[in-house]
């Protein structure tokens, strides 16, 4: 797809004011493409590129680095189902496998109707809740099939309103506080960050 | 791979035990490196000397032990400390040895007969002489499409690459071009680019020269040859004037490929992708195989007794003041000075110039103190860089810079009439109004004087920059620690030399104690300019005036006049005040920056003669085309930009029945009844040697010599004097303020010091009696350049260079040709737009009676009021616009519908 568009352009200048080498903004201007456009497009990396200053072969190093970047386009629900030890036992694979004959496709790929991706994944730290799967990062615990059937059909249904679209983190639009800021200075003139300076004023771990 | 440890001063020593016998290094020092200079030599692929290390490919494991028991750790990630006792043979290194060979080893395929790298391949040396002997993987191997393009030249077999991270460092660190990356993770790394956006930098050859596998490969070289039939021969690359040190690979009397020679002084190894791939053009279909001679209106082949017949018939029994020499630079040291032994001493004239109009005038580079690569770079120092686009220019000089200023914290304060790849780099970057570089390096000097209140006292804008940003660039002068090193060049062939001089001179009073590097970029400019090819001087950095009494004692005469340089040449060509112009590898009409001018002496000039490698658009105008030999085909010297002397070699026979060009100075001084005196280069040198001062002794030293050549001693120390300069005739307004006042007293001073200690050779020839050697030439200061005001309706133009411009030799080598960037003149984004161009932008370009037709861009990096082209590109036509009598070039625009 495509270059930010102006809105998200400038949360990305926003986010890249953050920080005191602009260079710093990539990882996160990475999760701003992906949530524009439900993948990191390769104008989307080209832009980032051009807003860090950086090379696009630098934002596309550090992007395919990291799984959770998609490069190419994904259905609007990655569901990640895990099938490491603690909800293999309990139907981890079960789950996995019943979740492919509902929906008709097999791991690592997306439905026609761009609805949905299945991952196979390793441990997504949700031991005590197995067997577990992720909605675009947003946890279902103890997830038994009928279950899996529930959430796909509210999911069809939009009634989850609370899981965005297309496996968005949402942590790099949160708004930040002036006081939460951390110093904008280069690091060689950095003082304390200001919330920890306000904090260590009060003399105490209140803050 | 020649990869040696850098050169090392050991101040702070410590003292380490390398398998059991004592070592001393330097603190700080890598293990790795103070290891191999002790004679042992530790197996690695990542590690490069001349690059940080990353510890990635773990082949340098080695046993340290620094008082806690030994322990495996990489030497390539390792400082050396006092006491740390290492063994690199235990049974432990050994077994990690092996283990890493066969890790490597797991996904590489065992292609090595097929493979260009196959006998001079590290990680096969390495594996036959440290390896395992036999793998266990029995499983399927990695694979990956076979090889990919990643730009014009260099192909990547991913298949191959063992991730030592060379080739991205490189790309990252050294070339400033990350255009290549680790992509994925895991076992699915690999080195690619983005999709879309080629390694496209003007130095990715040396990331197959540094590759430790066969991954990536050179196009030009691909398939060509077996390492174990190359023969190797150092020479010095001469496509630019860097002096970068080159290997020249041939097999079969054919030139194959260049690797750059790690010369700590010029290159560090490094070469440019024009230099390293410009072998190509040495044996393309077009070189000139015959002599060639006027008959109606084509060129025929001739027998070479005619072809000199009829090259002297225009030289014999005509005035001296009707003969002009263009050109030179190509020539080595030895072939330049046996041609102005020819022009000056047999013939007369002294209208010599090797450059073509897009230099400095020889006064300003060799009447200035030098300063060499290494000063201009040294940790901590501050340069003032007044010249060309050295990425686009001297490629490996702006490798140098960048690393200065990258990691040596050298700061340098750039004045440039465009923004340029030093811009983002540069601590100041001052960019002024074309034509103005005097007015602003006034300026600079000025806000000095005023102390504290300098930004009052200079608080005016000068040549377009802004008087705050003056006054910063003043203090980060001021604050220099140590002498301030100056670059001086041409940012661009649209403002004249002079208004270049006026800046140099300003620079000179405010910093007496200043050295300069020129960067000039024809390849052997400095050593023609050294022997004498230039108008107003004789061999050895001295004034005709001065020397011709020298001279005369030994060459049959010397000219009686100063002659002109290539604009008058080319102005009385024009008029027809020259009977016969040669052309010395010059070609005028492509090269010249004022293309009418030049078609003008063409038609003025009565004959051409024409001595060249291919023939260019000047010498198909020629009455007489003479081939001569090129690089790689002959042996002798060149002088780079220091003035370093370094050896060239013949590696192969020359085309058809190509002559170099020393023989043709001697052929054609025969048949005018001279005796030149050369029957061979060593003729040449001791002949230099004796005569010319800067030379005493060292052409036959540096002919000898391996690596890093001699360079050649400043013989003129000497800053002229403002007051000298008034004397002969300047009226220089500018000389009294008071920073030049101070300068004057300073310049007095250092004036003394090298006539007291005269170099040893000059001294010696004192004593012999006869003649005072010359003085040595210095620079003086002349007149400011007027340069008018530009209206408001016009834009003043600047024509930059670069790197691949549609010069002879970069369209004669295939991998370089085609690779310029299109032709287009460059405005702010607000000139553009009172342009109101329309979808087509292009626009007329108007100076006076010459015009051109352009596509107009909009760049935020161009001044306002400000035009930028590139120089020599097909279809550029920046020489019709350019008028080399004016100061500055201003042209007015007119969309063309």
Redesign the interface.
């Known amino acids: 797809m495509s270059r930010f568009n102006e809105a998200n352009e400038a949360i990305a200048h926003e986010i890249i004011a953050r920080y005191p080498r602009p260079k710093s903004a990539t990882i996160p201007l990475c999760h701003l493409a992906q949530e524009q456009d439900g993948y990191l497009a ?1 104008d989307a ?2 832009h980032i590129a051009e807003l860090v200053g ?8 550090t992007a ?3 799984e959770m970047f998609k490069l190419a386009p994904v259905g609007r629900y990655v569901i990640n189902i895990c099938t490491n030890i603690s909800c293999q036992l309990v139907g981890g694979e079960e789950l996995l496998e019943h979740a492919e004959s509902t929906l008709g496709i097999t791991s690592g790929s997306t439905t026609a109707d761009g609805l949905f991706t299945i991952e196979d994944v390793e441990c997504v730290a949700a031991c005590t809740e197995a067997p577990a799967c992720q909605v675009n990062y947003r946890y279902q615990h103890r997830v038994t099939p009928e279950a899996f059937d529930t959430l796909i059909a509210d999911l069809r249904a939009g009634r989850r309103p609370e899981i965005p679209d297309h496996g968005t983190l949402g942590a790099t639009r949160q708004h930040i506080s002036e006081d939460r800021v951390a110093n904008i200075t280069p690091p060689e003139q950095q003082v304390e960050p200001a919330w920890y300076a306000a904090r260590n004023a009060t003399g105490g771990e209140s803050a | 791979m020649s990869e040696s440890p850098r050169p090392v001063t050991i101040d702070q020593p410590v003292t380490i035990t390398v398998n059991g016998s004592e070592v001393t290094a330097q603190k700080g020092e890598l293990l790795i490196d103070a290891c191999e200079r002790a004679g042992t030599y530790i197996p690695r692929f990542c590690y490069h000397s001349r690059m940080s290390p990353v510890g990635m490919c773990r082949m340098c494991l080695v046993e340290v032990d620094t008082g806690r028991g030994p322990a495996l750790q990489p030497s390539c990630m390792l400082e050396c400390g006092d006491g740390m006792s290492v063994d690199t043979e235990s049974a432990k290194v050994r077994k990690a040895q092996d283990g890493v060979l066969e890790f490597l080893l797991i996904n590489h395929p065992l292609d090595c007969p097929v493979c260009d790298k196959g006998g001079e391949c590290p990680l096969q040396d390495t594996t036959v002489a440290y390896g395992p002997g036999e793998s266990r993987w029995v499983e399927e191997k990695r694979h990956y499409e076979k090889p990919i393009a990643i730009s014009a030249t260099v192909q990547l077999d991913r298949e191959r690459c063992i991730l030592c991270d060379r080739c991205t460092r490189f790309a990252d660190e050294v070339a400033g ?9 895991g076992s699915n790394t690999q080195v ?6 080629p390694f496209s930098s003007y130095f990715s050859g040396n990331t197959v020269q540094i590759c430790p596998v066969g991954a990536l490969t050179a196009t030009p070289y691909r398939f060509k040859a077996r390492p174990w039939d190359l023969e190797h021969a150092e020479s010095t690359c001469t496509t630019c004037s860097v002096g970068c040190r080159v290997s020249i690979d041939t097999s079969r009397d054919e030139v194959l490929r260049y690797n750059g020679v790690d010369s700590d002084p010029v290159n560090w190894g490094w070469l440019c992708d024009k230099g390293r791939f410009g072998f190509e053009a040495i044996k393309h279909e077009e070189r000139l195989v015959a002599p060639l001679v006027r008959s109606g209106d084509s060129l025929v082949a001739a027998r070479w007794n005619d072809a000199l017949d009829a090259a002297v018939a225009g030289l014999r029994s005509v005035p001296a003041s009707s003969i002009a020499v263009l050109g030179g630079a190509r020539l080595t040291n030895e072939a330049a000075y046996a041609w102005a032994k020819l022009a000056k001493g047999v013939l007369g004239t002294d209208n010599t110039d090797c450059q073509l109009g897009d230099g400095l005038p020889a006064d300003a580079v060799l009447g200035l103190p030098v300063a060499t690569i290494d000063d201009v770079c040294r940790p901590g120092g501050t340069v003032i860089y007044l010249g060309p686009d050295p990425k686009e220019a001297l490629p490996v000089l702006f490798i140098r810079l960048r690393h200065a200023i990258v990691n040596d914290g050298v700061k340098v304060v750039e004045l440039t009439p465009q923004s340029t790849s030093l811009t983002p780099l540069a601590a100041a970057s001052l960019t002024y109004r074309p034509g103005e570089a005097g007015v602003l390096a006034e300026a600079i000097a000025a806000a000095h004087g005023a102390g504290a209140a300098g930004v009052d006292a200079a608080g005016v804008d000068a040549a377009g920059v802004d008087a705050g940003r003056i006054a910063a660039a003043s203090d980060l002068l001021a604050q220099a620690s140590g002498p301030i090193t100056v670059v001086i060049g041409r940012p661009s062939v649209a403002e004249s030399a002079s208004t270049v001089v006026d800046a140099i001179g300003a620079i000179v009073r405010r910093f007496p104690d200043a050295t300069f590097l020129p960067a000039l970029r024809r390849g052997n400019v400095i050593g023609a300019l050294n022997a004498g090819l230039a108008p107003g001087v004789l061999p050895g950095r001295v004034r005709r005036a001065d020397a011709a009494e020298w001279f005369g004692a030994a060459w049959p005469r010397v000219p009686e006049v100063d002659g002109e340089d290539a604009a008058g040449i080319l102005r009385a060509a024009a008029e027809g005040r020259i009977d016969t112009l040669v052309l010395l590898g010059a070609d005028p009409l492509g090269d010249f920056p004022d293309a009418s001018l030049a078609e003008q002496a063409f038609i003025g000039a009565r004959r051409v003669v024409a001595i060249d490698l291919f023939l260019t658009e000047s010498a198909r105008r020629a009455t007489v085309v003479l081939p001569a030999t090129g690089f790689a085909e002959t042996d002798g010297t060149t002088t780079n930009i220091e003035g370093r002397v370094t050896q060239v070699v013949r590696r192969v026979t020359p085309p058809g029945t190509a002559r170099s060009d020393w023989q043709l100075a001697v052929d054609l001084a025969d048949r005018l009844g001279a005796d030149l005196g050369f029957e061979s280069l060593a003729d040449i040198q001791a002949e230099m040697d004796e005569l010319s001062a800067v030379h005493a002794g060292l052409t036959v030293a540096a002919a000898a010599s391996d690596l890093d050549g001699v360079v050649l001693p400043l013989v003129s120390a000497t800053v002229a004097d403002p007051a000298e300069a008034d004397a002969t005739g300047s009226d220089s307004a500018s000389a009294s303020d008071s920073p030049a006042a101070e300068a004057t007293a300073a310049d007095a001073t250092v004036a003394d010091e090298p006539a007291s200690d005269a170099d040893p050779e000059t001294a010696a020839d004192v004593d012999d009696g006869l003649i005072p050697a010359p003085a040595p030439l210095a620079f003086v200061a002349p007149a400011p350049t007027t340069v008018p005001a530009l209206d408001a309706y016009a834009a003043r133009l600047v024509v930059g260079s670069t790197l691949y411009d549609a010069g002879t030799m970069v369209r004669h080598a295939r991998s370089s040709a085609g690779l310029g960037p299109a032709a287009s003149i460059r405005l702010h984004p607000l000139d553009h737009s009172q342009l109101g161009l329309g979808t087509s932008g292009r626009v007329r370009v108007i100076n006076g009676a010459r015009s051109t037709v352009l596509t107009a861009v909009a760049d935020g990096s161009v001044a306002r009021g400000t035009a930028v082209m590139i120089g020599g590109l097909e279809g550029g036509d920046d020489s019709a616009l350019i008028d080399v009598t004016a100061a500055v070039t201003d042209v007015r625009l007119e969309v063309v519908s």
């Open positions: 390769e990396m080209a950086i090379t696009s072969a630098e934002v596309m190093g395919t680095f990291y | 071009d990350p255009l290549i990356h680790f992509m994925h993770r690619n680019t983005f999709p879309g956006e």
